[in-house]
Each structure stands twice: as C-alpha cells, then as structure tokens.
C-alpha cells in the first residue's frame, strides 16, 4: 500500500526528520484505514448476498490462532491466515497471513501447538494494524470460518477494543453446509472433516495453512450442496429452518 511504503520511507529517513513528521504520517495512516474499513462497513449494510448464488458469492475463508478461548479474559489473536474464493474456487494467489503483538504472553503449550515463538509475536506488528490490514484485504466479502463462533468472538472483541467500530461482517460456519450435505455424518474437528472428505492436513494449527483447509472442505460442501438443489444461501437456510421446526413439532 502506498501510504505504507510512505511511512517506511519516514523511518528510513527519521534521523533527518523532526519526530511530529513520523507521527503526523502514522496518524494519516491509521486515518486512512479506519475510513476505508468504515466505507465496507457502509457497503455490507447494503449489500444482501442471500440470493445470490452459492457458484458467483465472494468468500474469504479464514482461521485464528489465539492464546486462548477468552478473548475477554485477556486471551488474544496470535496470527490470522486467510484465501479467498469466489463460488467454489479458491483463489490459491489471495491469501493474507500475518501474526501479531501480544500483550499477554502465550503458553509454552500454546506455542508449541502453533509453532510461532515469543520472538517472532515481539517483531509482529500491532492488532489494530493487521486488523484493518485485514478487513482491507476481506472487503466486503462473506466471512467463512470452523467453529466460526471462536473466530466471531475474538473478531467482535479485538475489533471494538482496538478500532472502536462493531465488527459487521457476515461470518458462516463450515457446518452451516456440512450438516445439510452429509447429514447423517458427525463431523465435528477440522482433521475429521478433511479426513471424510479426503483433504490433505499439512501444518494443523497455522492459520493460513488451516484457513486453506477450511477452504477446500467448504469448497467439497458447495459442490455437494448445488449438486442437492441447493443455490443460494437463503436456500440452505430455509430448508434448516423447516428442519427445526419440523423437530419442534414432533
């Protein structure tokens, strides 16, 4: 981005610089992306993607490493790993990865779980940087997730604490499709649904490589979905509805 090949260029030649310079060109920064994250925010309002085709719908599929499950216990995001897809494609040259500054130092446990390490967190730049870096590379597009409640809750958290804007994105879970394409299967980790569906695992628990699995699985579930009469999202959410009721019916 520009504006960041600009403050670069300002770090480069601080030594020559008065400090309010730096300052002044990290506010206009950060000015700039709050403003554009607001302008997606206007356009998610107006956009209504549930009749739009599950083959033509933009996604981006995406996945949190996290210190742990509460991020308002102080828990916090460790990295963000994310592809895009339209339809059913995934677009293997969009991806965003990025880890991020912790405050609250992770686990020995963790790390290993994750592989990162406390110096690799230390150099990573600040959550409200990658955030808006983030949302920048997500646009409008509908959010995908496992577990997609874990990934919505640190979103919703980390986005207020750090932007002070609510977080608006649409966010799916993988299992909103799987539980109506193999509805007798109880597929719940990602390693069991990648094994059903025969998706290779490499590097478990790093967000852009598990974001890529994710990507793959929800792919297999657009395609058996469409191949079921299913084609748009407010199609699948219809016939879950009728599944509840029929439930509570009985």
Not at 108 to 113: G, S
Not at 148 to 159: G, L, P, R, V
Request: net charge negative.
């Amino acid at each position: 981005m520009v504006m960041n090949s600009m403050v670069q260029l300002v770090k480069q030649l601080s030594g020559k610089l008065s400090p309010s310079i730096y300052t002044s060109m990290q506010q206009q920064s950060a000015a700039a992306r709050l403003s554009h994250l607001r302008q997606i925010q206007r356009e998610l309002k107006q956009e209504d993607v549930l009749d739009k085709s599950l083959a033509e719908l933009p996604f981006v599929v995406f996945d949190l490493e996290t210190s742990g499950f509460y991020p308002d216990k102080g828990d916090c995001i460790l990295s963000i790993g994310a592809v895009k897809m339209k339809g059913s494609d995934i677009l293997t040259e969009e991806t965003f990865y990025s880890t991020i500054q912790c405050k609250k130092e992770p686990s020995d446990e963790v790390l290993e779980l994750t592989g990162l390490t406390r110096d690799e967190l230390a150099a990573s730049p600040p959550l409200a940087e990658v955030l808006t870096d983030f949302y920048q590379f997500t646009g409008h597009a509908t959010l995908v997730a496992h577990h997609a409640s874990h990934e919505k809750s640190f979103m919703s958290h980390a986005t207020w604490q750090t932007l002070r804007t609510t977080f608006q994105h649409r966010i799916i879970d993988t299992s909103f499709l799987t539980k109506v394409v193999v509805p007798t299967k109880k597929l719940v980790t990602l390693d069991e649904c990648c094994e059903y569906f025969n998706i290779p695992v490499q590097k478990r628990h790093h967000a852009k490589e598990d974001a890529l699995m994710t990507a793959r699985l929800w792919q297999e579930n657009i395609h058996l979905a469409r191949e079921a009469g299913f084609d748009t999202l407010r199609d699948v959410y219809t016939f879950l509805a009728k599944g509840r009721t029929g439930e509570t019916s009985r």
